[in-house]
T-cell receptor
């Protein structure tokens, strides 16, 4: 059973703070990892992808991957109220030709 | 640049009625997917099509059928709708079925009474 787990939240942070969203997965041999943002009532939107261990930065977003520990995280610096959304972690497990999604973490950024 | 287009956006059905959800992508992607999203359940894969001419069951295929009409279009059919199929349905596509992110349509909100 391929699994992707996330804390459902809500994770509440004040405006300007760093939001840290975490995701663990069940298979050590996984190849690609994605973070999607989903606003209430909208469709998931890809915001980050990461394929190798370490950090990947894109603007205010940093994805971190640690395959040995089987976790991937998303850091949002200088959080804004517009970042309030549910963040979905998705993993492409090796040999399993489909993305598996976590249930998402709801982030609330207060002004 | 339309991306993934789903129709209709909203639909209300009575139990036992049938309907087809339409999906089309203009990104020349090979793979297409149908998901349902229910509160607390996350995205669950119903069916997918790795390439034109192929379809495979996902996690929750019962009560659904699909057709990959051509490379652009992938439809989802409910033959006899049940209240348990009330959900938000998302179509997605990717370049291939492996190691690729998926791009989602806006969703179809389906209620079955």
């Amino acid at each position: 059973q391929k699994e992707v787990e996330q804390n459902s939240g809500p994770l509440s942070v004040p405006e300007g703070a760093i939001a840290s969203l975490n995701c663990t997965y069940s298979d050590r041999v996984s190849q690609s990892f994605f973070w999607y943002r989903q606003y209430s009532g909208k469709s998931p939107e890809l915001i980050m992808s990461i394929y190798s261990n370490g950090d990947k930065e894109d603007g205010r977003f940093t994805a971190q991957l640690n395959k040995a520990s089987q976790y991937v995280s998303l850091l949002i610096r200088d959080s804004q109220p517009s970042d309030s959304a549910t963040y979905l972690c998705a993993v492409n497990f090796s040999g399993f030709q489909k993305l598996v999604f976590g249930t998402g973490t709801r982030l609330l950024v207060s002004p | 640049n339309a991306g993934v287009t789903q129709t209709p956006k909203f639909q209300v059905l009575k139990t036992g009625q049938s309907m087809t959800l339409q999906c089309a992508q203009d990104m020349n992607h090979n793979s297409m997917y149908w998901y349902r999203q229910d509160p607390g359940m996350g995205l669950r894969l119903i069916y997918y099509s790795a390439s034109e001419g192929t379809t495979d069951k996902g996690e929750v295929p019962n009560g659904y059928n699909v057709s990959r009409l051509n490379k652009r279009e992938f439809s989802l059919r409910l033959e006899s709708a049940a209240p348990s199929q009330t959900s938000v349905y998302f179509c997605a596509s990717s370049v291939t079925e492996s190691n690729q992110p998926q791009h989602f349509g806006d969703g179809t909100r389906l209620s079955i009474l």
